[in-house]
């Protein structure tokens, strides 16, 4: 059945790794519904004036902290109304935030193949000229990769580990492949009706 009008029924978190497209499919998907969209790393530059990166660069700590009460904050502000929330990919590791979360929405987990995320970070990683790379994710920036193939290796524990943790904390999963954005999105709102989620208004 194919959602033509559609009525969100509960707050939506998706959840995913970097480049799956949560924050796209979201948009389209509060747009489709009528309802508010909020990204959560949006949410902390406006919170605190630094961005995630900054913050997690300065201390891990720092920035779970400022991610935890980024959204406290949230869910007073959105109480209990319908809205779709993007997360950010490493709220998998932040209990306390998950906790807050759950405890007013559902998490639904964007599943993506490897290939996806890992074409996009080899596209924006940047040669630094002394054998290493700039604008890599910082999980994988530690481990100073010297060639793509370390790039694809590094991202490639990451990605295992991280779909891992998805799959342990989500309520439904939806999975989607290497097809267009409209596509995609409208594989998202159609296994969302599926989960009654959605409910197609009359």
Not at 103 to 122: D, G, K, M, N, Y
Request: proline letters at 3%.
């Amino acid at each position: 059945m194919e959602c033509t009008t559609a009525v969100l029924q509960k707050p939506v978190v998706l959840l995913g790794i970097k480049h799956c497209g949560k924050s796209t499919h979201g948009k389209l998907l509060a747009k489709k519904c009528g309802c508010a969209f909020y990204d959560i790393d949006d949410e902390i530059l406006t919170l605190t004036g630094k961005t995630p990166r900054t913050l997690y660069t300065e201390s891990p700590e720092v920035f779970m902290q400022a991610e935890y009460e980024t959204c406290v904050a949230l869910i007073k502000k959105i109480g209990d109304a319908p809205c779709v929330i993007s997360s950010g990919g490493g709220i998998c590791n932040n209990e306390k935030a998950l906790t807050i979360l759950h405890e007013h929405c559902v998490f639904v987990f964007i599943a993506v193949t490897e290939e996806l995320p890992s074409q996009r970070i080899i596209h924006e990683a940047s040669a630094d000229g002394y054998g290493g790379f700039t604008n890599l994710p910082a999980y994988i920036a530690k481990e100073n990769p010297h060639s793509l193939d370390e790039i694809r290796a590094s991202f490639h524990r990451f990605f295992i580990d991280r779909c891992k943790k998805y799959q342990e904390i989500t309520d439904y999963t939806v999975s989607l492949g290497l097809h267009s954005k409209t596509d995609n999105n409208a594989m998202l709102v159609k296994a969302l009706c599926d989960f009654r989620l959605i409910i197609v208004s009359t």
